[in-house]
């Protein structure tokens, strides 16, 4: 009885049913989600006592006056960034094949299982994958021994000879490292891919094709830009996932800093809490900067 | 003269489905060919034969005297209207008409200025700038339709254009659909379910039923001298008494069919006209459409048919209501005989 007037209650007014539902999760959403956030926001905007090592808590531009006057600040930045770049570009080439056959293709049986071929590395540790992959690309490891196998060490130490991203073997070099990101964030940028490819009705292609397009030029005007929104969506994924990623960096690859390590060291052992988050701030900043990008080349369009 | 479309013993299976079966038939030269069925009748697995998303497992498609069974559809000059009209979501209502020109090489502001002359054609002269998500069902279509006349091709394809289309707004367009072709003088191949499309618009009319064509022949041909029972019943919404009830009501057991505008109805305890075949039933239902109504009377050996009766008739029968005892009776000559169904024309 009681049940069946509140339930009335509820079925005349529904704003007050949507508030029920709503305030909850708006809570938790505005104060531990994005207050959080505006905390370590605002500590950015402290500084740190260069004798005393205590924070200084007025508000000032001198950490980031730091953040971008240091060259070692400006090239760890860079670095990040390009690492970023070079795997979105990756993944994005490496995902559309995968994608466009999962959505376009495959079928019943063979479509769940490249679903769930795509998504069974995202449920194991994240942390046996990156040393797992220490393993595969050392010195000893299987890569290099298939390489000689195949006779083809000769390649392998052409490439690692490479100025910059080069090293004394897979594991300890820049190489290593984009090979290991470009695994690891794959299936972000295959998914929304798949999922923006699936919702083009076959009807737009059979139209493109009926009007005298190739198939070539179909991808090209068609299924290209109307995908452009799932690979705007992963890109997004895989460029702020490598841009924040402390974990790779520091197992796999040359000792170069990288902003996820930066911000890892400065608010441990470096104590240096306003730096840390000035540098939590330099991936947020870039995906707007990209994001609006993006929106320049109409990436949102067909939204 | 060279057929602008044939199909010599084309088939298409899909596993054991039998989408096509074995199907022949011509379309000639500037003609409006309806391709009327039900779904699943294999009628749009003819027309993706035809434009070439399909290829056929057996026989031979021919556009003009040609065999392009394995051309793709971009190296065929046919273009196709589609059912949901498969807009571009992502480019104007412009640059969808500008589509074939710019995807075959033709520079920009020539192709501009045919999209604006399609346009006019079709009267949306002024929607040019805006996004098919902008336009209503109607509009969406005449869109659709110029889009796939710019190409100039010889064969226009219409799958359904009608179907999301509200009752005026298809009566129009179907109108202007059948002026357009007599101007441009394409052939159009034209699918529906709808017999009342196909018998109003089409110049001839093969009729789909399990993958074959039970029957191909002029509008009024199909409607006064049905060939099948299918065709009878899905044409012209006739009453049909298969050999059972032919055996029943004449005595014979040769199929035949009977229009419901051809059935008379009258009380039971009237004797039957002279020089008329009767049969003995009750009201079913009475549907009032205004003009006439449909009477819907089960016959005592079975089936249910019907009675179109005028309005003028009707008066007559005061008093005959739902459960009433009836007759219904036809002139003899009435009877349209029939042959089993299935054959291929």
Redesign the interface.
């Known amino acids: 009885m009681i049940v069946r007037t509140v339930s009335t209650f509820f079925y005349r007014r529904p704003n007050g049913y949507l508030c029920l539902l709503l305030i909850p999760p708006l809570l938790w959403f505005g104060t531990v989600y994005l207050g959080s956030l505006f905390a370590l926001l605002a500590q950015s905007f402290y500084r740190i006592d260069d004798f005393t090592a205590q924070v200084v808590r007025e508000p000032t531009l001198a950490t980031y006056r730091q953040l971008v006057t240091q060259p070692a600040n400006v090239d760890i930045v860079v670095r990040t960034l390009i690492m970023a770049i070079a795997v979105t570009l990756a993944c994005a080439i490496i995902a559309l094949p995968i994608a466009t056959y999962m959505a376009r293709y495959a079928r019943g049986r063979m479509k769940a299982l490249f679903y769930v071929g795509v998504m069974l590395p995202m449920w194991t540790s994240y942390l046996v994958k990156v040393y797992a992959w220490r393993l595969l690309l050392a010195k000893e490891g299987i890569i290099a021994w298939v390489t000689a196998k195949l006779g083809l060490t000769g390649l392998l130490e052409t490439a690692l000879a490479a100025p910059g991203v080069g090293g004394p073997s897979l594991s300890s070099s820049y190489i290593g490292m984009f090979i290991v990101f470009v695994y690891m964030w794959l299936p972000f940028m295959i998914l929304p891919m798949a999922a923006a490819l699936e919702r083009v009705?076959a009807?737009?292609l059979?139209?493109?094709?009926?009007?005298?397009?190739?198939p070539a030029?179909t991808f090209r005007?068609?299924v290209l830009?109307?995908a452009v929104p799932g690979i705007a969506a992963g890109s997004v994924f895989t460029f702020s996932l490598t841009l924040g990623d402390f974990i790779i960096p520091s197992v796999v690859g040359a000792p170069g800093y990288f902003i996820g390590m930066m911000v890892y060291v400065q608010q441990g052992t470096a104590g240096n809490i306003p730096l840390a988050a000035a540098f939590s701030v330099v991936p947020i900043v870039l995906i707007f900067v990209y994001l609006r990008i993006a929106r320049r080349f109409g990436a949102f369009?067909?939204l | 003269m060279t057929a602008a479309i044939e199909f010599r013993d084309v088939s298409r299976l899909f596993g054991d489905v039998r989408a096509v079966d074995d199907v022949s038939f011509a379309i000639e030269p500037g003609e409006f060919f309806a391709v009327l069925g039900p779904s699943g009748s294999g009628k749009t697995s003819c027309l993706r034969l035809v434009?070439?998303?399909d290829a056929p497992d057996r026989g031979q498609v021919l556009l003009d005297g040609q065999d392009v069974s394995a051309v793709?559809?971009?190296d065929r000059n046919?273009?196709?209207v589609?059912?949901?009209y498969?807009?571009?979501?992502?480019m104007t209502v412009l640059e969808n008409v500008a589509?074939?020109p710019?995807?075959?090489g033709v520079n920009a502001a020539t192709r501009a200025r045919s999209a604006r002359e399609m346009l006019d054609l079709v009267q949306l002269g002024s929607q040019g700038g805006r996004r098919p998500a902008q336009l209503s069902g109607g509009q969406r279509q005449r869109v659709a339709l110029a889009?796939?006349l710019i190409?100039h091709p010889k064969v226009l394809l219409l799958d359904e254009p009608l179907g999301a289309l509200d009752l005026k707004l298809r009566e129009e367009m179907q109108i202007e659909l059948k002026s357009l072709q007599r101007r441009l003088g394409i052939t159009f191949v034209y699918v529906t379910h709808d017999q009342g499309e196909a018998l109003s618009m089409a110049d001839r009319i093969a009729v789909f039923n399990k993958g074959r064509i039970d029957q191909l022949a002029a509008p009024r041909e199909l409607y006064i001298r049905p060939r099948t029972a299918f065709v009878a019943r899905f044409v012209g919404g006739a009453n049909v008494a298969e050999s059972a009830l032919a055996n029943i009501i004449s005595g014979s057991e040769q199929p035949f069919a009977i229009r419901a505008e051809n059935v008379a109805i009258q009380s039971e305890a009237v004797p039957a006209p002279p020089n008329t075949v009767s049969a003995p039933g009750s009201v079913l239902a009475v549907q009032y459409h205004g003009a006439a109504s449909r009477w819907q009377v089960k016959l005592d050996a079975g089936e249910v048919w019907s009675a179109l009766i005028t309005e003028e008739k009707a008066r007559a029968l005061n008093g005959l209501t739902v459960g009433a005892r009836v007759r219904l009776s036809w002139p003899r000559d009435a009877a349209v005989f029939l042959s089993a169904s299935g054959g291929s024309s």
């Open positions: 009705p009807s737009l059979q139209a493109s094709a009926d009007l005298g397009a190739r030029q005007n068609v830009p109307l369009d067909a | 434009a070439g998303f793709p559809p971009y046919v273009n196709t589609f059912q949901d498969a807009l571009f979501p992502h589509y074939g710019r995807v075959r889009r796939a190409n």
